[in-house]
């Protein structure tokens, strides 16, 4: 006689549990395999449209000069073209208008007091030859107002200053020989003598350009930080971008030459761990924040560390457009073409990005890798060492460090 199973509620619990251990089983085992081959996929050609947006550090050939002058008189508008030899500004030395007012006052007054002995002398008539210096001072008052307020070559003021006061000392002259005592006058005249010969040793001077180029008034103080490009590195940058500095001399005149009018650098840096990057060596479009129109620079130095990754692009365009701005902002567009990866796939170190490419003994090797761009998912690659070879198919895998994440 057969045996009836009559199921318990142990049973169906053993089975209940039984069957979750198998479906956990099942689940876990399909989650370790995706997780393998999730890690590791291949090399692929991909076209991505790349930008990158930073602010940069404008850097030109450019030459700064300062001289010693209490006042200037500028003859040139800012970012005019020069030459060799053009007149730039006419500098006043410290005191020269106080200098300048007070022998025109003394003269005045001399004049005044000479006047009066010879038209006592004379009957009141003055001698045809100081009536003909009058004249000519009077021409010559003229001729300076008219060039003060730009209505004729104001390089001609200096020059016109220096005739009046010397035809003040001929009328002067003439007037005290005509006299019969001159000692009447004669500690007057050694007065005016004194300030004139202080005046001709600090005489005004015009300011002539050395180079062929742009001028210009601005000067930040970095024109020295930035002269030699190669020798740029990411903490300079940063500060001037953090701070620029602005120069302001009220003691002395400052003016740039601008010597290469059709090539500028722009010099910028980049987080150290992430895709946002350009290649060495390509040609990138990129447009400046309230400069009209496009340009196109080509990066050629790329320098990593820790703290950013310094770009250096060369632009061969006109500088004007920029002439009297250090720092801009940026935006630098590009269709990137080649073998592509995830960004999640690349790892920094020390500001290099480095991906794990299979070798042909089957283990992965970290390689070196320049960014050619990068849409913020994936990132267009190619190997920085020449001897190694990144092709479509290649195996690579996320590196180990994340994976353990």
Known sequence: MERSFRATKRFYLLLFISAIALVAFVVGSIYLMKKVTGNVRKLEQ???????????VVVRSERLFTESASESHILLEEGALVSEGDAIAVLYPYSYESQISAICTKEAALYTHLQSLLRTASGGTLPPAVIQYNEQISAASREMRAASNGETDPVKYAQLESYLIRLQKERRDLMVSSLDNPALVESEVAEIDAL??????????????????????????????????????????????NAPSISMDNENFSYR??????????????????????????????TVKGVKGAYQGRIVAERDTESGVLYVMQVNADVRPLLTTRVVEISVQNNATGLYVPTKYIQYTDGVPYIYAKTTDGTYQKVAVYIAGSDGDNAIVSARDSNISLFAGLKVRIPPEEEND
């Open 196 to 241: 004139r010969s202080n005046f001709e040793t600090n005489s005004a001077r015009t300011i002539r350009s050395e180079y062929n180029g742009y001028i210009s008034f601005y000067s930040d103080a970095n024109e020295e930080n930035l002269r030699d490009v190669s020798q740029l590195t990411v903490p300079l940058i940063k500060r001037i971008l």
């Open 257 to 286: 030459i601008v010597t290469d009018r059709t090539t500028f650098y722009l010099a910028f840096v980049q987080s150290a761990k992430n895709a946002d990057r350009l290649m060495p060596g390509l040609t990138y479009s990129f």
């Open 46 to 56: 991909m076209t991505l449209y790349t930008e990158v947006e930073s602010e940069a």
